[in-house]
């Protein structure tokens, strides 16, 4: 199976991104809460330990797909490994799109 490492680096830095986005909203940080909508927003202004804790989690999590993608560069020996994760990651980056969609459209 074909590589593609100009998306695979894509990816892991996206998502690198997106965790220190989280990363940086757990330490207090401000910029760009006010996108993620009003409820949660008005948690940010006056969290709670537990809300603090739970976006260190999510970043914690979303650092577990920047392993999933390492995983994609490494050469198998068995096909079968390579089959078996490019679709788990192509079903995780659909899980996690269509979850967007699905917390977005609650929030708003």
């Known amino acids: 199976m074909r590589r593609n490492y100009w998306f695979i680096t ?5 998502t690198v991104i997106f965790a220190g986005m989280s990363f940086y909203w757990a330490m207090g940080g401000m ?6 909508g009003g409820a949660v927003y ?8 537990s ?5 260190w989690l999510t970043g914690f999590i979303k650092l577990f797909g ?8 490494v050469q198998w020996r068995k096909s079968l490994i390579t089959r078996m994760l490019y679709y788990v990651t192509k079903f995780a ?5 269509c979850m967007d969609f699905l917390i977005s459209s609650q929030l708003h």
């Open 10 to 14: 894509l990816g892991i830095f996206w």
């Open 31 to 36: 910029l760009g809460v006010r996108s993620l």
């Open 42 to 49: 008005e948690i940010s202004l006056n969290p709670d330990p």
């Open 51 to 55: 809300f603090v804790i739970m976006t």
């Open 66 to 73: 920047v392993i999933l993608l390492l995983m994609l560069i």
């Open 93 to 97: 980056g659909v899980f996690f799109l």
